[in-house]
């Protein structure tokens, strides 16, 4: 899985994790992971109605399972303001990496994802090292090493 300076999205505004969500999903479009953004949504969408992404200090990780995806993907955004996300410690989120992956990678591919990027999220060191980065190209680098995106 390739996860590069197109993947990071940095200062990005909107409203609500609905919007932003819709937002991911023409940016999905954009980077080739899908050319359906709308059913892309609606994939986010479904997922979190069946249970929220939201994890703890402002990280949320929404995830879409869907024909809709051509390829596995992850795209980070940062947000300038933080949002209303069901979360563990009932705060806002400000950091949102989502996870697309087609249906015949459902499995192991999407669990590793899953597993990676969620123990690199339980690091403080990599939750503070990430927020001081501000370079795109950097993130990504830093990104792809730490969950072995690579690998994926």
Request: proline share 4%; aromatic share 8%; no cysteine.
């Amino acid at each position: 899985m390739k996860f590069s300076k197109d993947n990071v999205l940095l200062n990005i505004k909107v409203k609500n994790k609905d919007e932003l969500l819709e937002y991911l999903s023409q940016i999905a479009e954009k980077i080739n992971l899908t050319d359906d953004p709308q059913e892309l949504d609606k994939s986010f969408e479904k997922r979190e109605k069946e249970y929220s992404t939201g994890l703890q200090d402002g990280f949320a990780i929404p995830h879409a399972k869907s024909e809709a995806v051509k390829q596995v993907g992850i795209i980070y955004a940062r947000l300038n303001e933080p949002i209303e996300w069901k979360t563990y410690d009932n705060k806002p989120v400000t950091d949102v990496f989502a996870l697309m992956v087609p249906p015949q990678n459902a499995g192991t591919t999407h669990l590793k994802m899953l597993a990676n990027l969620s123990t690199a999220l339980l690091e403080d060191d990599f939750k503070n090292d990430l927020r001081k980065k501000n370079e795109s190209n950097e993130i990504a680098k830093y990104v792809s090493k730490k969950i072995g995106a690579s690998e994926l």
